[in-house]
């Protein structure tokens, strides 16, 4: 495992992290995330040594890295790094001698091993290209089979999909998973949520220096208030539990979802336009750019808010406590409180 452990670092006096802990654990993708400026790519060059902290330390398998030119040899091979220019990292003229430049000036060259990462990355038979006759993406691969061929631990990959299409992206996408399933630790820096999500396991947000965000899961309204990349409508899922209050406004959609949820729309008199799969429904609808209330079952919380991770859609979760007078009329009045004056409204712009 690589830990950060309260890393402070500066660049003349500005503060760029301020006391950041992560880890990454072998046989997983952590996917770090922020906007440009934010400090990632200086965090990432921490992992391997390329920058020192001013305070706090970086542990590598339980032992605290030291920066002598001799232990930072054994940690570059440890831990890969991947820059996110190639330019930045291949330093021969054609394919071949820049795979083999690493583990030849290591003493561990395996020209079979070599040969079988340059086959899984298609790059079988680019040996005599030169590296200034390839695409960008081709470049990636070079640099990427450069760093594989260290067989390196843990790979550390800063922006890879930049300059990239989507072929490339897709193929990008196939390499890490695969090196995960090697049993590699792995933590990417990306500006492109669905290619994160298509290969996190778990997501770091930092911002202002600091980790703000950590877990294994990221949705793509979160995402787009921290500065990175979505394709997403301009349509919207307003959550409600079903004990909540609920809110003025217009929406083009109301949704159900749950039978303490149906119980509490009829007490209130609101017929729901989507009341079977109201979930996925509801999501497709936003997808489409409309604005939709779903009203859930507090019980099923949870599961809405996980499964709309997986939707370029917003969720916004809408919970006020029902007030005395409010709950009478939910349970006494059958709709005649501001729910219902809210549907009247909603289905005047129909």
Same mark, same amino acid.
Not at 139 to 159: H, N, Q, S, W
Not at 270 to 292: C, K, Q, W
Not at 323 to 329: L, P
């Given at each position: 495992m690589i830990e950060l452990r309260d890393v402070w670092f500066s660049y003349n006096d500005r503060e760029v992290l301020k006391g950041v802990s992560m880890e990454v654990r072998k046989e997983e993708v952590v996917i770090l995330l922020g906007r440009n400026g934010a400090g990632k790519s200086t965090l990432l060059m921490h992992l391997n040594g390329l920058l020192r902290p001013e305070k706090g330390e970086v542990i590598v398998n339980g032992n605290p890295v030291r920066y002598d030119r001799k232990s930072l040899t054994k940690l570059?091979?440890?831990?890969?790094?991947?820059?996110?220019?190639?330019?930045?990292?291949?330093?021969?003229?054609?394919?071949?001698?820049?795979?083999?430049?690493?583990?030849?000036?290591?003493?561990?060259?395996?020209?079979?091993?070599?040969?079988?990462?340059?086959?899984?990355?298609?790059?079988?038979?680019y040996e005599n290209r030169?590296?200034?006759?390839?695409?960008?993406?081709?470049?990636?691969?070079?640099?990427?089979? $450069?760093?594989? %061929?260290? /067989?390196?631990?843990?790979?550390?990959?800063? #922006? *890879?999909?930049?300059?990239?299409? =989507?072929?490339?992206?897709?193929?990008?996408?196939?390499?890490?998973?695969?090196?995960?399933?090697?049993?590699?630790?792995?933590?990417?820096?990306?500006?492109?949520?669905?290619?994160?999500?298509?290969?996190?396991?778990?997501?770091?947000?930092?911002?202002?220096?600091?980790?703000?965000?950590?877990?294994?899961?990221?949705?793509?309204?979160?995402?787009?208030?921290?500065?990175?990349?979505?394709?997403?409508?301009?349509?919207?899922?307003v959550l409600v539990p079903h004990d909540s209050c609920l809110p003025d406004g217009d929406f083009d959609f109301v949704a159900v979802? $749950?039978?303490? %949820?149906? /119980?509490?729309?009829?007490?209130?008199?609101? #017929? *729901?336009?989507?009341?079977?799969? =109201?979930?996925?429904?509801?999501?497709?609808?936003?997808?489409?750019?409309?604005?939709?209330?779903?009203?859930?079952?507090?019980s099923m919380m949870d599961v809405v808010r996980r499964e709309a991770a997986t939707y370029p859609v917003r969720l916004r979760l809408y919970e006020r406590e029902v007030?005395?007078?409010?709950?009478?009329?939910v349970h006494n009045r059958g709709g005649s409180g501001r729910s219902g004056a809210h549907h009247a409204e909603r289905t005047e712009g129909h």
């Open positions: 570059r091979r440890l831990v890969g790094f991947v820059f996110q220019n190639p330019d930045d990292q291949i330093v021969a003229p054609t394919v071949w001698q820049d795979v083999v430049f690493g583990p030849e000036n290591t003493g561990t060259r395996d020209d079979e091993k070599i040969r079988e990462i340059l086959r899984n990355l298609g790059l079988e038979g030169l590296c200034n006759s390839l695409s960008g993406g081709e470049k990636k691969r070079v640099a990427i089979a $450069g760093v594989l %061929a260290m /067989e390196p631990e843990y790979v550390v990959m800063d #922006e *890879p999909t930049a300059g990239v299409d =989507g072929v490339g992206m897709k193929e990008i996408a196939f390499i890490v998973r695969e090196l995960r399933e090697e049993g590699k630790g792995m933590i990417i820096s990306t500006h492109d949520l669905d290619f994160a999500k298509a290969v996190g396991d778990r997501f770091l947000i930092l911002d202002g220096g600091m980790i703000i965000y950590n877990d294994a899961w990221i949705d793509y309204s979160l995402a787009e208030r921290c500065g990175i990349r979505t394709w997403m409508s301009e349509g919207e899922v979802m $749950g039978r303490s %949820a149906k /119980e509490r729309l009829e007490k209130e008199g609101i #017929e *729901p336009d989507i009341n079977t799969a =109201g979930m996925e429904r509801a999501f497709l609808r936003a997808i489409g750019g409309a604005r939709v209330m779903l009203v859930c079952s507090r007030d005395e007078y409010e709950r009478e009329g």
